[in-house]
């Protein structure tokens, strides 16, 4: 019964961390949630972390995970008619298709719009909505999108959806009307917000100013964004930053990828701890495991990050990045 509850609160807790785009936490915690899912039989539950876990490969830019964790999702969630999970899976395949600028990115989005509501993938996905809808070209769809993030964020005052809201207008409008709008969201971004959005913003900002040939401009913006993108490990993104940068004439070198983006959930769990100065038994006694397995994912963390003891592990440069590392954004 208690691991029951534990596996529904950590996928509670996964879903607003993907939200607040700590996407290493909710990974993690989608994962732990899935595993005592699995061991209580919970379907349900493991139904909504295939689908978290979607969502935060989807953004990572990883698209065979989030694809087959989509598909674990959908699979299950359609014959017990879970629309959570649905939602969840749709959230992350649209996610996925608008990374790749795909125009079916629309329709994965309006799937979760057609089912009855529910709350967390909707709101999350609202301003995706808005942004895949308009380069699809539906502009009624994209304004209706617009309408409803305006009506929540007017109820509730969520500092965080300000700049969206702002950035959702400026797809909307006319050329001048646009202008204001992006210039309006990064603004709010400065209080409000991830880093990822606002380089979002600002991604879309320097292709609008690169259409209407303001170049040094969009440069401006392009490489903000592109310097975020890389630093979030939201891969897809980097790369359709890059190529708007290479659009306006600049030569933009690829960014080989770092060691610490080849750690699995359960590897990045451990080794935050040990880059904290945690002892195996500590780790072992935090995360329920027993000593030897934190031996065996600790092997393999060294492996990864090429490095071969626990000190060099608290030493190297990437302790910070291993112990701060939750903060997607």
């Keep these: 019964m208690a691991l029951g509850?534990?596996?529904?609160?950590?996928?509670?807790?996964?879903?607003?961390?993907?939200?607040?785009?700590?996407?290493?936490?909710?990974?993690?915690?989608?994962?732990?949630?899935?595993g005592l899912g699995l061991e209580t039989g919970n379907e349900n539950v493991v139904l909504v972390d295939h689908g978290i876990l979607a969502a935060v490969a989807a953004v990572r830019g990883e698209e065979r995970a989030c694809r087959d964790e989509a598909e674990a999702a959908l699979l299950g969630a359609i014959d017990r008619s879970n629309r959570d999970a649905m939602n969840w899976a749709d959230l992350a395949l649209g996610h996925l298709d608008l990374s790749l600028g795909r125009p079916e990115a629309s329709d994965r989005f309006e799937s979760i719009w057609a089912r009855p509501w529910i709350g967390e993938?909707?709101?999350?996905?609202?301003?995706d909505a808005v942004e895949a809808a308009a380069r699809a070209g539906r502009g009624e769809v994209a304004r209706a999108r617009l309408t409803e993030l305006q009506r929540w964020t007017a109820a509730t005052g969520a500092s965080w959806a300000l700049p969206l809201v702002e950035r959702c207008r400026a797809l909307v409008s006319t050329d001048a009307d646009a202008e204001r709008h992006f210039q309006e969201a990064l603004l709010l971004h400065e209080s409000s917000g991830s880093a990822f959005d606002r380089a979002r913003t600002q991604l879309l900002f320097g292709e609008f100013l690169r259409?209407?040939?303001?170049?040094?401009?969009?440069?401006?913006?392009?490489?903000?964004?592109?310097?975020?993108?890389?630093?979030?490990?939201?891969?897809?993104?980097?790369?359709?930053?890059?190529?708007?940068?290479?659009?306006?004439?600049?030569?933009?070198?690829?960014?080989?990828?770092?060691?610490i983006w080849q750690l699995t959930?359960?590897?990045?769990?451990?080794?935050?701890?040990?880059?904290?100065?945690?002892s195996n038994r500590d780790a072992a006694a935090e995360l329920f495991l027993?000593?030897?397995?934190?031996?065996?994912?600790?092997?393999?963390?060294?492996?990864?990050?090429?490095?071969?003891?626990r000190t060099e592990l608290?030493?190297?440069?990437l302790a910070d990045e291993l112990v701060g590392s939750g903060a997607g954004s």
Excluded: C, M
Aim: glycine letters at 8%; proline letters at 3%; zero cysteines.
């Design 314 to 317: 608290v030493r190297t440069t």
């Design 290 to 309: 027993s000593p030897r397995t934190v031996e065996y994912h600790l092997r393999k963390v060294f492996t990864k990050l090429g490095i071969s003891s």
């Design 5 to 34: 509850i534990l596996s529904f609160g950590l996928r509670q807790l996964a879903g607003v961390e993907f939200w607040a785009r700590r996407l290493d936490d909710a990974r993690i915690h989608a994962a732990e949630g899935l």
């Design 265 to 278: 959930p359960q590897e990045l769990q451990i080794a935050r701890l040990v880059a904290k100065g945690a």
């Design 211 to 259: 259409r209407a040939r303001r170049r040094a401009e969009a440069r401006t913006q392009l490489r903000s964004a592109l310097e975020t993108f890389a630093g979030v490990r939201a891969g897809l993104w980097e790369e359709r930053a890059r190529n708007e940068l290479r659009a306006t004439g600049e030569v933009v070198r690829h960014r080989d990828p770092e060691a």
């Design 121 to 127: 993938p909707r709101l999350i996905g609202a301003a």
